[in-house]
């Protein structure tokens, strides 16, 4: 039995070069990512500003579909946003030993996704150069923005989701920049020294820092739910068959974990491979995730049932209409919402072997996202595709302004993850060293087992 | 004469809460002993901190003060820019309760922020504090603010015997 913590076992400086190598090396290869990046995205804003200049008139929108796809982008990336912070502060608060590697890729995952989604709604406006008017401040013109609109709950709980899950990714890293503060020289260390805080690693900054770690975790939690019900209620407060049901807002938010679940996933698996942390990003992490997965995917078709049930028993004709179109004009992707988000992911997960298989977990993932995507379009536009009166039934379909604006966000989430993993550590270092310093390998019977010392905030002493 | 800080650097946590231990029975007061480490170590574990953390509950109070300018900012909108429907009254209470409460969220996040980093000392870049970077490389610092004279020799035995790296003295804020 080894009475040493396996930190002192550790070499620190390696553990540093391993963990930091994101933001100590930039390769070639991540400026030919970043340059292709780009382009895509300068592509998405010139075409952005050629959509304004020329009117929506050059988009797919018709009557009755005026929300197409930069409105299932604006659901689809709230959902993705969803899950990071939200992973992130429940695996903190149930003092999950295998959280620290999963904790800052998820957190930044739910800050830039954010920032994507909540550009949608102000690209979607139409004379974009009014999107002040959702902010209340006064005006000769007694304009005022209308709190009874559910857009209106949106602008305020995503604009709180996003100062809330920023200042969770900032405080998250105070100590990293700490340590970067003092690795590094230069402009960097200008840079650390203010980001830092002056954060030293007293006894009184640690408690202090850990109790507001954990009154963030708490706090978060309730203002990711309320996001995604409040995105739901945009459709459940309308009077439009398939949007108003009572259902809506768990099951976006049960949607929004499965798909930000996938995400964090993804994610992972391309931090892995791009920054070699093949020794932190274990498949047990994955293996965790993909149950995790597993239960949202089954969760996922229990609602999707039970939505559907209802309709299908009581047959309200104008509800019945937007279902039954599923079998016709949006059978490809319905078939496609289904086979992705339950019929093959569920039995995959199920398995440990494809668990904890990086390629075969990370392909599963891959279907949840393109299988959620589905089911945003299906929300978004098949409701309104067949909204009451029959002579106005008109299918849509997204123009190459809009396909571009949505390749562009991709882009844009793609080269904001680039630029963060060249200016902070892409993982929460401190957190990983706090759990090699809580583990010591101990003697049980005749094996050698891992014993974690768990501390609870107000103890005096750990407890193996 | 003024006091200053006394810094040892030890290997591990067992030698530096050896010091920690010692240099409470000097006596000296648990608010001028404190340790620093590159992760969290357990209150007691080497050093005491005295101080009980008080910023949590301001946070609850911020969160009502934000409720009330989420619920100040939704009647506000209604009495100042009426909108007249129908069959409706002005005031509608279910936005009412979602801004409330959306308010009050971000006001308790913010005040966890803007506390929390208050109630640890950060952003007070002016002032001088001791510091030790090689508790990146594992190492671990008890500091100590001592008297200079008897008690400063006493101080610098009870870390040696507890097997300091290196023993230095600096002037500045624990």
Redesign the interface.
Known sequence: MSG??L??RTD??QL?RDLSRSNLVTTWKWFAGAGILSLVLLWGIGVFVYMMMTGMGVTGLNRPVFWGILIVNFVFWIGLSHSGTLISAILRLTHATWRAPILRAAEAMTAFSLMVGGLFPLIHLGRNWRFYYTI?YPNER?L??????PL??DA??I??YL??SL?FL??GM??DLA?LR??SEGWRRKLYSILS????????????????ST??AI??I??AV?VHS?VSWDFAMAKVPGWHSTIFAPYFVVGAIFSGIAGVVLVMAVLRRVFRLERVLTPLHFDNLGKLLCMMSLIWGYFYFTEFLTVWYNRNPEEWEVFSSYGKSFLPVFLLMIMCNFVIPFPMLCMKKVRRSIPAISFASFLVVVGMYCERILIVTASLARRNDPFIWHNYFPTWVELSITAASFAMFGLLYMIFSKLFPIMAI?DI??RL?HTTERAFGGASVEAIAL?EEG????SE | MSSFVLIGLFD??EPAAKAGHALRALPLAAENI????????????????P?P?R??RY?VVFWFVGALAGLA??LA??L??P?ITAGKAII?VP??L??T???A??F???A??IL??R???????RAR?????R????KIAV?AVVEPGEQEIRARRAMKTAGALEIRVEEGE?
Not at chain 1, 144 to 149: A, F, G, L, Q, T
Not at chain 1, 459 to 462: A, I, P
Not at chain 2, 119 to 125: A, S
């Open positions: 040493e913590n930190l002192a620190e400086a540093y209340p007694g005022w923005p209308n709190m009874r609109s209106m709950w305020v709980a604009n709180t100062i809330g200042t900032y405080v105070i100590p340590l003092d690795k805080l002056g954060f030293r690693g007293t006894h009184a900054e640690w408690r202090r820092y850990h109790r507001a009154l963030f706090l978060i309730p203002v309320s409040i401190s060293k706090e310093f501390v103890e005096e002493e750990g | 591990g946590v404190t340790s620093i480490s590159g992760v969290p170590l357990p209150d007691g574990s080497v050093t005491w901190d101080r953390i910023f949590s946070v900012l939704a909108t209604y100042l820019y909108l509608s936005p009412t979602i801004i409460y959306e308010v969220m971000l308790a996040l913010l966890t922020l929390g980093a109630e640890m000392g950060l952003l007070r870049f504090k001791v510091h030790e970077p508790i990146h490389d594992g500091c624990l």
